[in-house]
């Protein structure tokens, strides 16, 4: 376990050193004017194309971790897959709030500034959750975070089960299938190479994870009951 | 427990659907639809509980993360009133029953959910059963008041419509197989 978690720590320190900083060759915005201007002014088509573009570098930052110069100190990934999108969904929350955006001028590297809003989150939450993160450089504790080999079986047993149901599929569905997931079209790009509606490639999308989960739960590998909790209520009726 | 989207990709990462949820969360955040129909659900709301009156609203446009064209599906978006969602908010639900089902009665039950946890909205109570939308659609008249069982964080609120009213063993039954209407989130701070 212990070796394998260092492993991951030395993965880790090599995904984030290796992620493409597209900033470096050119910054989303660069010689692109109307796309700054909509971007600063909040429009939907312009912020989901800056999202786009750099929400694979952040989620991988923010999956793998990453380690503070100078320190040794490491902040580990997020724990679980929860965790994960909502960390995701506040740097980009943060990072296109209106006073962030209109701040923006255009010419400061763009993916720099989104990893440091991530970085600054994941520090918060690994000091809420009582982990050291040092960030003197006198400091060198290290935050390890073991990935047990049990993660790592759990994931292949899913994914073999997930192979044998995509195999049982038909010619359709699997097309959906890599066109939608393994090629991350949206869906109106895959109704259109399927020459099926939007409409459709949304019901068979449900279909498909529909019978999925289905699948995992009969193999045991899909919690059928969550525990509730009781809520508070208080309504105007 | 690994999200079915990720095992279908073959890889760990957030999915294509994983990230456009949550590119909607942050849209719904920061660049909302249409600015004027929020605070008309918060004039209306006024109202209503002043008069406990029911309140109807005009569907806004729909973009490309939501249905479009005459045939509608069954759906609802969900506010917080006054925004952002925090505790002391109040959840409030716009419903559309779609468009074949807008001429005949229709129920709604939406809960909440947040990794292992499940937060039951509608039925509010064990042995309540889904409430009625108004014919047509419009805002629900009774909403939610976010207390300390919701912790700041995301939550996906999975809507089920249906033709009769649900009591929680059944919503829970659609649910667990995956069958909810529609799946919103709200991002609680």
Known sequence: ?237 | MTEPSRLLSGRPALSRPEKEAILESVLAQVAPRARWRRGLVVGTLAVAAAAGAFVLVPRGPHDELTARGGELPPGFEVSCVPAPCTTGSKLVFDVAPGGAASERAVYFAAVGQRGDTRIWYFPGTADGHSVAVPRGGGVLDTGIVLGSEHAPGSYAIEGVFSAAPLDRAAVRAILDRGDATATRQVVVR
């Not at chain 1, 312009?46 to 793998?64: P, Q």
């Open chain 1, 1 to 237: 376990m212990a070796r394998r978690g260092q492993l991951r720590i030395l993965r880790a320190c090599d995904a984030t050193a290796a992620l493409p900083d597209y900033d470096a060759r050119m910054t989303v915005f660069a010689g692109d004017r109307p796309l700054l201007d909509a971007f600063r002014s909040g429009d939907r088509a312009a912020l989901t194309t800056v999202y786009f573009r750099y929400v694979d570098d952040i989620a991988a930052l923010i999956r793998l971790g990453f380690s503070i110069p100078g320190s040794g100190a490491r902040v580990p990934g997020a724990r679980d897959e929860q965790t994960e999108r909502d960390l995701v969904q506040d740097v980009f929350m943060r990072a296109f709030a209106p006073r962030a955006r209109e701040a923006y001028d255009g010419l400061r590297p763009y993916g720099p500034y989104l990893r440091q809003i991530a970085r600054n989150l994941m520090i918060d939450r690994a000091r809420a959750a009582n982990h050291s993160v040092p960030l003197d450089e006198g400091a060198s504790e290290l935050v390890v975070e073991p990935e047990g080999a049990e993660a790592d079986a759990a994931w292949h047993e899913q994914r073999r089960q997930t192979l044998d149901y995509l195999a049982g599929l038909a010619p359709e569905l699997q097309s959906l299938v890599k066109l939608r997931f393994e090629d991350e079209m949206s869906q109106e790009q895959a109704a259109a190479v399927l020459g099926v509606s939007r409409r459709r490639v949304r019901t068979l999308e449900a279909r498909i994870q529909r019978g999925l989960r289905k699948v995992l739960r009969r193999a045991g590998l899909w919690q059928k009951d969550r525990p509730e909790r009781a809520l508070v209520r208080t309504g105007s009726r």
